[in-house]
């Protein structure tokens, strides 16, 4: 069973830092231009940890999870 | 039932038009011939009833929105605010002013009686800068004695009707879009949870609050019932605003045509190219198979060439990008510099991997913004790259098959089609 939860990007704020495709390389790629490519189905639980670590890693506060 | 007298002149369909008069009515000519405003009970249930959606582009019921933004009223305990849209950014649709220069009293009997029906004590309605509407609407208000409505022009751009562009700007804010959570139903103006319908979709709804459901369904499919208004453009002549039931015969919508047609353009420049064979096909997003965005519609005639016309209204959008959303920003620009190169035989022959390129940054782009304009602009892109795709082969290997440069589709700082002139 996943959780509800899922990863969503606030497109104005993120900066391509690329940070969040480190911490969460199962779920997340950088495209062409260093923007996230998210995998954006809900979360299995083993990944809610480390998501929710990315999400407050990253620089701008631009990945959330919802 | 009360009838609504019928104007004299064209119409297309036996009841119509229902929202467009011929001459400007003041209040007392709209009381005369709608009626007086109707009140709130049971409103819900009778736009459900009605199957009314919203003719801003996204077609969504109307009667779930009310529902929604009366319920996170109540859970956040905040009173609610009403918001007209009368924005019509897209350059090519004009139903919308048409309608607040003809029926502005219907307009305004609609967003108070949703403003009502949420418990909303603040209404807005808002236009675009340069429109020359608000002396209209402001005389309109005048003569209302006692309802208030807050009366914003917003700057002049493709964005700034966005829902959450709008709220945001009647904040005080900036006018462009923003993350999409917690949504406007929730926190839009003010912070406050926030209706925002579409001028066309409000005056519907001041009619089926007044004469009902099944009166409504007499006009349109099963499926998408009532009328539409749309823009209508085809070559050569100033494009022109219809009320048309849904399920009329495009050909019937468009009139006759001077020349033969190789392409019809369906819901604007977030919309579909199809075949001409759409031409035989009924105004309705199930049977032509694409959404119908706000009724814009062209029919592109033989002579010209689908990549230049599609090529200059990506420019446009591309232009219009806010630029705050990295996707956007990157992959817009790189889809309209690649497809002007495409629809240049010159440019096009030396550059095999310009389909590849406008494939990929297509899926690049497409759900990535904060707003649904890389979407939009993506439809466009792909079903040009269906309905033209033997131009592209012939671009490709050096020759364009059109004889005529005139452009069909308005787009500002561009020379005027040929009718506008
Ligand atoms: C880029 C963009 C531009 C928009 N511009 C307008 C507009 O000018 N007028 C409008 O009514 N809706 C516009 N919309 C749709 C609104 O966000 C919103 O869905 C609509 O006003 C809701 O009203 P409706 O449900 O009555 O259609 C736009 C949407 C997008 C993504
Ligand atoms: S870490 Fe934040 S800013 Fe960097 S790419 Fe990820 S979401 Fe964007
Ligand atoms: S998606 Fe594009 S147009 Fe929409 S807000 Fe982001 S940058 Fe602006």
């Known amino acids: 069973m996943n959780t509800d939860l899922r990863l969503a990007v606030d497109w104005t704020a993120c900066t391509a830092h690329g940070l969040c495709a480190e911490l969460l390389p199962e779920r997340i790629t950088l495209d062409e231009w260093g923007y996230p490519l998210v995998e954006g189905t809900p979360l299995p ?7 929710k670590r990315a999400a407050a890693d990253c620089p701008v506060l631009a990945l959330k999870l919802q | ?5 019928q104007p004299a002149g064209a119409v297309l369909h036996d009841a119509l038009p229902r929202l467009l008069p011929r001459t400007p009515l003041d209040l007392a000519a709209h009381t005369a011939q709608y009626g007086p405003r109707a009140g709130t009970q049971g409103l819900s249930a009778m736009l459900a009833e009605a199957g009314l959606t919203g003719r801003g582009g996204a077609a969504f019921p109307v009667h779930r929105k009310l ?3 009366a319920a996170a009223a109540g859970r956040s305990g905040r009173t609610p605010v009403a918001v007209a849209n009368g924005c019509e950014g897209e350059p090519a649709s004009h139903k919308d002013a048409t309608l607040l220069r003809l029926a502005p009293h219907l307009v305004l009997d609609g967003l108070l009686t949703a403003a009502e029906a949420i418990g909303a004590r603040t209404a807005h309605l808002a236009v675009e800068q340069g429109s020359g509407l608000l002396p209209g609407l402001r005389a309109a208000l005048a003569e209302r004695g006692g309802d208030r409505v807050e009366l914003t022009e917003v700057p002049r751009r493709f964005l700034s009707g966005e829902s959450s562009a709008l709220t945001g700007y009647l ?5 462009l879009p923003r993350f999409p959570q917690p949504p406007t139903r929730e926190r839009g103006v003010g912070g406050a949870p926030t209706l925002v319908q579409n001028v066309e979709t409000l005056a519907q709804l001041a009619l089926v609050s007044r004469y009902g459901p099944g009166w409504f369904r007499t006009a349109g499919t099963a499926a998408e019932p009532g009328s539409m208004l749309c823009t209508v453009h085809t070559a050569g002549t100033a494009p022109r605003v219809f009320e048309a039931s849904t399920g009329t015969p495009l050909r019937r919508l468009f009139g006759p045509l001077p020349s033969p047609v190789q392409a019809v353009l369906v819901g604007g420049y977030h919309g579909s190219w199809l075949p001409a064979a759409a031409l035989d096909r009924r105004l309705a997003a199930a049977d032509l198979g694409v959404p119908l965005g706000a009724g814009v519609l062209a029919a592109l005639p033989a002579d010209r060439c689908g990549l230049v016309e599609t090529a200059r209204v990506l420019r446009y959008l591309a232009l219009e990008s806010a630029g705050q959303c990295g996707p956007c920003l990157n992959g817009l620009p790189r889809i309209a510099a690649a497809f002007a190169d495409l629809a240049s035989p010159l440019r096009a022959v030396g550059s095999p991997r310009l389909l590849d390129d406008l494939a990929r940054w297509s899926g690049l782009v497409e759900g990535r913004g904060v707003c649904h304009h890389p979407d939009g602009t993506v439809r466009l892109v792909r079903s040009a790259l269906t ?4 131009e592209a082969s012939a671009h490709q290997v050096g020759y364009c098959t059109g004889s005529n440069p005139a452009p069909l ?5 561009d020379p005027a089609p040929e009718g506008l002139r």
Not at chain 2, 409 to 413: A, G, N, T
Request: net charge neutral.
């Open chain 2, 67 to 69: 529902e929604a933004v």
């Open chain 2, 387 to 390: 309905v033209f795709a033997a």
């Open chain 2, 409 to 413: 589709l308005p787009v500002p700082s």
């Open chain 2, 171 to 175: 904040s005080g804010g900036s006018g």
């Open chain 1, 45 to 51: 639980p083993e990944a809610v940890r480390r998501a």
């Open chain 2, 1 to 5: 039932m009360t009838t609504i007298p």
